[in-house]
């Protein structure tokens, strides 16, 4: 009886871990949602990046300040977030126009960006496994980017968008490499911080009129885009991703590729055609078949307790 308390104890870390993860990936599939909601009125597409990554920079700033001896791995992480941040402002852009089915495809290539920056920078070598999984992920790139899935005029916007998972891949290989001595919130904190430091040159250039919202539904949107795809997940992967792993994690975080087009069907009526379908299917299969870093997102290596 003892022995089937104790298992049971075990057994709900496990799962509300799990049911968390799942939770805070779903929230990151709705960024098209937000982002869309904002540009359509009228906001510009870095302004949109900027609020996202504002408030977890704000409200986690105390955790950076307690962390200020390890000076040099907050640069490190404030200059990956510039690089996200800056990124991020394809992928917005892209959204404005092109279905967000679409834009996710493209947005999952980030294990590609990370294999390859993590060899050519770090000199860290891929496994077998990864680069098949890059290779996969790769032809449902050019499925779901190629000229018979998509208008032609679109391309060009596609290829932008790579900005945001060259972005992340970068931002994968700092954390992995370069931040791993300072805690997960202090991680985030550079991370966010970075962002907003990036994106800062852009937005004091820019009309009023491009950057602040101008109706009450828009400042919701904003705390959407904030809180429901950024701050919260973060926080929620932080806490529940090393209860069941990297590798659990990556395969459940896959979830964020079907909800941003479960978004772009409700939300905007898109109508997913065959060609996305399969490269969805390609990502999925990908993330599945390794167990190596390149799969990781951001969020799983942030959380991941600091090497001493």
Same mark, same amino acid.
């Given at each position: 009886m003892?022995?089937?308390?104790?298992a049971?104890? /075990?057994v709900t870390?496990?799962? %509300?871990?799990?049911?968390?993860?799942?939770?805070a990936?779903?929230?990151?599939?709705?960024v098209p949602?937000?982002?869309?909601g904002l540009?359509?009125?009228?906001?510009a597409p870095y302004?949109?990046?900027?609020?996202?990554? #504002?408030?977890a920079a704000i409200?986690? $700033?105390?955790?950076? +300040? $307690?962390?200020?001896?390890?000076w040099? /791995?907050i640069v490190w992480g @404030?200059?990956?977030?510039a690089v996200m941040?800056?990124?991020w402002?394809?992928?917005?852009s892209?959204? /404005? =126009?092109?279905?967000?089915s679409t834009v996710?495809?493209?947005?999952?290539?980030y294990?590609?960006?990370? #294999?390859a920056i993590?060899?050519?920078?770090?000199?860290?070598?891929?496994?077998? %496994?990864?680069?098949?999984?890059?290779?996969l992920i790769?032809?449902?790139?050019? @499925?779901?980017g190629s000229?018979?899935?998509?208008?032609?005029?679109?391309?060009? =916007?596609?290829l932008? &968008?790579l900005?945001?998972?060259?972005?992340?891949?970068?931002?994968i290989?700092?954390?992995v490499?370069?931040? &791993?001595?300072?805690?997960p919130?202090? %991680?985030?904190?550079s #991370?966010?911080?970075?962002?907003?430091?990036?994106l800062?040159?852009?937005? $004091?250039?820019? /009309?009023?009129?491009? @950057?602040?919202?101008q109706?009450?539904s828009?400042?919701?949107?904003?705390a959407? #885009?904030g809180l429901?795809t950024?701050l919260i997940p *973060?926080?929620?992967?932080t806490?529940?991703?090393?209860?069941?792993?990297? =590798?659990?994690?990556?395969?459940i975080g &896959?979830?964020e590729?079907?909800?941003m087009?479960?978004?772009?069907? +409700?939300a905007?009526?898109e109508?997913? =055609?065959?060609a996305q379908a399969?490269?969805?299917?390609?990502?999925?299969?990908?993330?599945?078949?390794?167990?190596?870093? &390149?799969? *990781?997102?951001?969020t799983?290596v942030?959380s991941?307790?600091?090497?001493?």
């Amino acid at each position: 009886m003892e022995k089937q308390t104790s298992a049971k104890q /075990e057994v709900t870390p496990y799962a %509300r871990a799990v049911v968390g993860v799942l939770f805070a990936s779903i929230c990151f599939g709705f960024v098209p949602y937000f982002s869309r909601g904002l540009t359509d009125q009228g906001l510009a597409p870095y302004a949109v990046a900027f609020y996202r990554y #504002i408030l977890a920079a704000i409200v986690l $700033l105390p955790a950076l +300040l $307690l962390h200020r001896s390890n000076w040099r /791995e907050i640069v490190w992480g @404030i200059g990956a977030g510039a690089v996200m941040g800056l990124g991020w402002v394809g992928y917005v852009s892209a959204l /404005e =126009t092109v279905p967000a089915s679409t834009v996710g495809v493209l947005y999952m290539t980030y294990p590609v960006f990370t #294999i390859a920056i993590a060899w050519a920078l770090f000199g860290d070598q891929p496994t077998q %496994r990864s680069l098949v999984a890059a290779g996969l992920i790769i032809i449902a790139a050019i @499925i779901a980017g190629s000229p018979a899935s998509v208008p032609p005029d679109q391309i060009p =916007t596609l290829l932008v &968008s790579l900005a945001a998972p060259f972005g992340f891949g970068f931002g994968i290989c700092v954390l992995v490499h370069r931040l &791993s001595r300072i805690a997960p919130l202090a %991680r985030i904190a550079s #991370i966010s911080l970075g962002s907003v430091i990036g994106l800062a040159p852009l937005i $004091l250039s820019s /009309e009023v009129v491009e @950057i602040i919202p101008q109706g009450g539904s828009d400042w919701f949107l904003i705390a959407g #885009i904030g809180l429901v795809t950024a701050l919260i997940p *973060q926080l929620v992967y932080t806490v529940y991703s090393p209860v069941i792993g990297a =590798t659990r994690t990556a395969v459940i975080g &896959s979830i964020e590729l079907p909800t941003m087009f479960a978004v772009g069907i +409700l939300a905007f009526g898109e109508v997913v =055609t065959w060609a996305q379908a399969i490269a969805c299917a390609l990502v999925l299969g990908a993330i599945a078949l390794t167990q190596s870093r &390149s799969t *990781q997102t951001v969020t799983t290596v942030i959380s991941k307790k600091p090497n001493r």
